[in-house]
Each structure stands twice: as C-alpha cells, then as structure tokens.
C-alpha cells in the first residue's frame, strides 16, 4: 500500500465496518432478530428464480419504485421515489448531486459513523455542529449551526444514531426554512419511533429542498437485500438518475425486494415487539443505575462507563456483541428477541459485578413493589 500512488486522504486509512463476529448473541448493528418466513423465502425462490438474467435491469427500477411509493403513502408517486443498493447508496448519491468539491454537507454530533465516509468518498467537505448534552437538536442549534456554516446539504438524522434521538418537525420545518441548500432526513428507523413521532414525508409537498431517506435495512428486516430509497420532488430524482451508475440496482434486488414489500406487513410485524423490548431495556438499565439516552430507534445507547472497551470485552466474552460507539464512555446495544435481551442482561450483570461498577445497582430478587 505504501507505494502506491493513493489519494492522499485515503492514505492510512481503514474500511468501515463493525466487527461482523460469529457469536451467540449479535447486538452491534441494529438488524432485525427475526428471518423471513418460509413462505416469503418461497416466494423470494420463485421471484429471484427468473428475474430476466440475460437482460440489463430496468435502468429507473419503475416498477419498484411504484411500490415504494405506495409504501410510503402520502400522495407520492414513482417520480418522488429513488432507489439503490441501501441508504447508503442513495447517500453517495445524493452528495454525488449536491455535494462535491468546493462543497459542505453539515450534520449534528455525535451522529451516524458513515457520514463523513459518503463525504470523503464524494469530496464534498464534512462539517459537525455538537448536539444538546442530551443529544437533542433543537431550532437555537439548528439556526445558529446554518448561520455559521451555509452547507450546501444539511444533514439531519431521525431517529439518530447512535444516541436514537428524534427531531421534532417544527426543526425539521425550520431547517428547510433557513438552510440555504438541500436539507436531508435519514429516517433509517422511523418506523421504530414511539407513536406519535411524525415523519418528515407529511412536509415534503410543502419544501421542494427537501429529502426523506428510509432504508428496508432494520425495521423491514431486509439488511442481507441491500435496498435503501429516499422521497423528494421529482427533480431532486433526476439529480439522483444523473449520477447513479448505469445498471446500478441488478434486477434480482428489484425483484427480491418487490416481494419483500409485498409483505410488508409480515415484515413489519416484529416492529413493535421489537419497540416493547427496547423500552424494557431502557427502563431496566435505568433501575441499574445508569445513563440511558431517549431512544425512537431499535437501539439504545446507554453508559457512561469509565472503560467502556472493557465492558464491551466482557459483554463479548459472554458471546453478547454489541457496538463501542458514540460519545466515549456510551455503549450500544441493539433491540433484539426476548432470549437475546435475556442474555444481554445476565452478562451484564456479570460484567458489573467482575468490574465492581461505580454506581450500579444490582436487581432485588423478589422485589417489593
Ligand atoms: C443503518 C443505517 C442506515 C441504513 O443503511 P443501509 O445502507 O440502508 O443498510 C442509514 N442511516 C443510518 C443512520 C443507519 O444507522
């Protein structure tokens, strides 16, 4: 590597990635726990047995797209709707559209760890502004931070991650108000977020700047198929359809993820089993003791731990994967199946207790109310 003639600011660096580890109990990543059924891997078999492999692809995936739409609901149609081989795809894109060299895409910290990647990637500057100690951004922040940076694509993650923190769409309005540039929502986890939180989409018709990005990664329990989207206006999917690679979607993901929305509501149905663990987990974390950041995802980060590699290592030791992320002493762990929170529980019980963590607050057998 050392001799070869690489751009400068790839010099030295690594490729993204969690730790993909073959252990009992993976919590690092935010997948869906629960595989397709039978009958979906049947009708995926038979729609991925003839998808037309000798042909290239539907170049504008219209078909796809149409249903994407339909999906998302509130009046959007294919022209609103772009797709790619996962969100962050539809995020190259996007930067590949609007960012670029000489240009800035700003987001609120801590926050997504592939960000400054896709704006690498695209020479398009990276600009942070820090979140509220409680990881919220609110219109001073988001006002203030437009002010001071005029980005050309204001980045706005909801629910975030790490820290799983929505923003409200009062500052989602505001930030299309004032930002001078593109204004893009990553809502890869909406549909975990507690009843009542609204998704950006209802003001798209309203801001012709503004993007919605949805992924079938997490809640749709689709990560292995490799299919994110976004909705906008119908230019802002001809800015996507300029830079797009000829092809880039195969015509299996096309057909395998048509079926995989034809059964949404199958795929969708562990979203709120998935939603009641989290929130016993956040109130169970709490009981012990620790800090726990409001969460609308399927995921909860949670600390603050002095060496928080260290817990990690026990929890891993114990075959529980989860995710050394965000802010330094916060750990994350995704939501998973009854069994797994079980185990995630026990071994960090046992991990406070090995550790003798300041604070902790071990569980009364038999408590009383
Ligand atoms: C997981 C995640 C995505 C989805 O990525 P895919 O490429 O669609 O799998 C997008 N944004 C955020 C913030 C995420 O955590």
Known sequence: MADLPLRPELAGQEPYGAPQLDVPHR?????????????LLAAIGRAA?????????????????????????????????????????????????????????????????MYPEYARNTYTRYLTAPRRPD?????????????????????????????????????????????????VVDE????????????????????????????????????????????????????????????HLSAVTQAVARVALAHAPELLSQVDALRRERDLLVDWLRDRGLAVADTDANFVLFGRFADRSAVWRGLLERGVLIRETGPDGWLRVSAGTPTEMAAFRTALVQVAEEMALPGWV???EGARA
């Open 188 to 247: 890869a986890y909406q549909e975990f977020a507690r009843s009542g939180t609204p998704s950006a989409l209802s003001l798209l018709a309203e801001h012709p700047r503004l993007v919605v990005t949805r992924t079938m990664s997490k809640a749709f329990a689709f990560a292995g198929g490799r299919l994110g989207y976004l909705a906008a206006a119908p230019a802002v999917v001809d800015a996507c359809r300029i830079v797009r690679l000829p092809y």
């Open 27 to 39: 919590l690092n990543v935010n997948e869906n726990p629960y595989p397709p059924s039978p009958g």
């Open 49 to 113: 047995a003839d998808p037309g492999l000798n042909r290239y692809p539907d170049r504008e995936a219209t078909a796809l797209r149409t249903d994407l739409a339909a999906y998302l609901g509130h009046g959007l149609g294919p022209e609103n709707v772009w797709a790619a081989n996962g969100s962050n795809e539809v995020m190259t894109h996007l930067l590949q559209a609007f960012g670029g060299p000489g240009r800035t895409v700003l987001t609120f910290a801590p926050s997504y760890s």
């Open 362 to 364: 071990p569980e009364q």
């Open 135 to 183: 990881f919220t951004v609110d219109a001073d922040l988001v006002r203030a931070a437009v002010a001071e940076h005029h980005p050309d694509v204001l980045l706005l993650t909801s629910p975030n991650n790490p820290t799983g923190t929505s923003v409200s769409l009062d500052v989602v309005r505001l930030a299309c108000e004032v930002a001078p540039g593109m204004v």
